[in-house]
């Protein structure tokens, strides 16, 4: 029987290390995207919602050594690979693993995360309960899948955790946008969407949303994001933020 622990996979040139499951849900271009959308925190505390085994936290964390993280992730086994991955990154001293419902307004004022974050982002899950078939991976279906309430119900919890004039990011699917500016309305200002494209020319696939908690301030659309060349490669700008973290969001 082979008991060896998997290798930890590399992001952003190496510098920083995962372990994943072998099965289930597994890092992807959102996460590396959320990541780079996110503005720079000098400190105060970030919030990644739906961590999974921490990607975009630590990433985050890394960026910005001045700031605190908290990965929020309800899976028990999955928060057990993102407090590994806490420590396999060096970073036991500034990020901590809740692991706790997004949902449970009890456990979040328990691990301190009401109004208290200055940027929370987050990679909501995609489906709706009944809208398609999940996965029968149940780590990945908990992944893929919104609980009753939908996104509404995500983001509002997500807004829960952020103090006033704290940032929220977010990327869901393209098709959702006007799901998501109707849950978003009179609770975030300053809007920045900026759409994803796959290929020049090709409908977005995804959108990235940031703003900040009670703004009153404009929606601003940027031209966008193209990921790949016609023969697959990444742009240069897409291989930018893979390799190095490049942000592609001004301050």
């Known amino acids: 029987m082979n008991c060896a622990k998997p290798e930890a996979d590399a992001f952003f040139g190496g510098r920083l290390r995962l372990l994943q499951p072998a099965r289930g849900h597994r890092i992807r271009t959102d996460a590396i995207l959320l990541a780079a959308a996110a503005p720079d925190v000098p400190g105060g505390l970030i919030v990644d919602a739906g961590a999974g085994v921490g990607a975009v936290g630590l990433a985050l964390a890394q960026w910005n050594p001045g700031a605190r993280a908290v990965l929020l992730e309800k899976n028990p ?61 149940s780590d990945r279906a908990m992944a893929h899948v919104l609980d009753d309430g939908g996104i509404e119900k995500w983001l509002r919890a997500c807004l829960a955790l952020l103090r006033p004039g704290g940032t929220l990011v977010v990327i869901h699917r393209a098709d959702a946008l ?51 060349e016609a023969d697959g490669r990444f742009t240069s700008l897409a291989e930018e933020i893979h390799r190095h973290g490049r942000r592609f969001i001004a301050d």
């Open 178 to 228: 006007a799901d998501l500016l109707a849950a978003l309305s009179g609770r975030l200002g300053g809007l920045i969407a900026a759409p994803i494209f796959p290929r020049a020319g090709e409908m977005a696939g995804r959108v990235v949303l940031r703003g900040r908690k009670g703004s009153k301030a404009p929606l601003s659309l940027l031209p966008g994001l193209v990921l790949h």
């Open 77 to 137: 086994a999955v928060a057990a690979m993102a407090r590994e991955n806490v420590g396999l990154n060096g970073l036991t001293d500034r990020v901590r693993v809740a692991e706790a419902d997004l949902f449970d307004v009890a456990a979040r004022k328990a691990e301190g995360l009401v109004e208290a974050a200055e940027l929370v982002v987050t990679n909501p899950p995609f489906l709706a309960r009944g809208a398609a078939r999940s996965s029968p991976d």
